[in-house]
């Protein structure tokens, strides 16, 4: 199918792997007029990869206001266009939404190309509910804000996906641990289909420490995946009946050996217990 005059084309494009990209996607960046991009030296490589020639302008979050009546005049005037984000798909926690919306409101047709999606992608590795899922972006920058946001958040049931920075993932990590608890299953994401991708599922408590002490864990894209609050009532019996046997264990034995006795007796993972039992020696 050709492309058309007068459209506006979604484009995902790769997380990192440039195999990625799909053949449908390739063929309308070739096509269009022109493609509406972030960071016209970022995209070029991924162009350069495919041997597409179409001009490219920069529409990032600083001038999408400002170029997008003349991108719309465009458009109505017949050119046809693909909008792109650095990685991944557009829109999601990254420019667009402005020229979208103006395309929408300027009866231009808005046409979606799927492909890759960090939040989804990660979400589809976790290993944490997939069913209902509410996807937040980046929290506050500020730690005060970003513990307000948390606060809010705590009893939703629903799988919560995070994108965050690597200069604010140990704080960030840190404040999850206090505000659903060290025990709440969490995965981490990061450097999805590159050299360095890491996937790892644990106890945020867990997550928390090994990224404090992992310096190479802070680095790159990362995505964090984290269990909903769940049932009222079982989660919560069970976790309190965990943390009464850790709590004679620990009054007995040093915290290494409480642990372990207590995964015996219980069955339950040591890296659950672990976190259990350091939020219990805080206290």
Not at 48 to 64: F, G, K, Y
Not at 196 to 214: H, I, M, N, P, Y
Request: hydrophobic share 40%; aromatic share 4%.
């Amino acid at each position: 199918m050709s492309i058309c005059e007068g459209k506006l084309y979604v484009v995902a494009t790769p997380l990192g792997n440039l195999e990625d990209i799909s053949a449908r996607a390739a063929r309308v960046l070739s096509e269009v007029d022109f493609i509406a991009c972030e960071d016209p030296r970022h995209s070029g490589r991924l162009l350069q990869h495919l041997n597409v020639r179409t001009a490219c302008i920069a529409v990032h979050e600083h001038n999408e206001r400002k170029v997008c009546a003349d991108l719309i005049e465009r458009l109505k005037g017949g050119s046809s266009a693909a909008l792109i984000s650095d990685a991944g798909t557009p829109l999601i926690s990254d420019p667009g939404y402005h020229l979208v919306r103006a395309a929408h409101q300027a009866g231009c047709r808005v046409v979606p190309i799927p492909g890759p999606s960090a939040a989804v992608s990660a979400l589809s590795v976790s290993g944490i509910p997939s069913d209902r899922y509410v996807f937040e972006g980046f929290l506050p920058a500020k730690q005060s804000a970003r513990r307000r946001r948390l606060t809010e958040l705590r009893m939703e049931a629903r799988t919560l996906i995070f994108y965050e920075s690597p200069h604010r993932i140990v704080s960030a990590l840190a404040d999850m641990a206090d505000a659903f608890g060290v025990e709440r299953e969490a995965t981490f994401v990061r450097e999805m289909t590159k050299l360095f991708e890491t996937v790892r599922k644990d106890a945020l408590g867990c997550l928390a420490k090994w990224v404090s002490d992992d310096e190479a864990q802070r680095l790159g894209e990362i995505v964090l995946v984290v269990k909903g609050a769940g049932e009222a009532g079982s989660d919560q019996d069970e976790t309190s009946e965990l943390q009464r046997i850790l709590g004679l264990l620990l009054a007995r034995l040093p915290l290494k050996d409480a642990v372990t006795l207590a995964a015996q007796i219980t069955g339950e993972r040591r890296n659950r217990l672990y976190a259990l039992a350091i939020g219990l020696a805080d206290h």
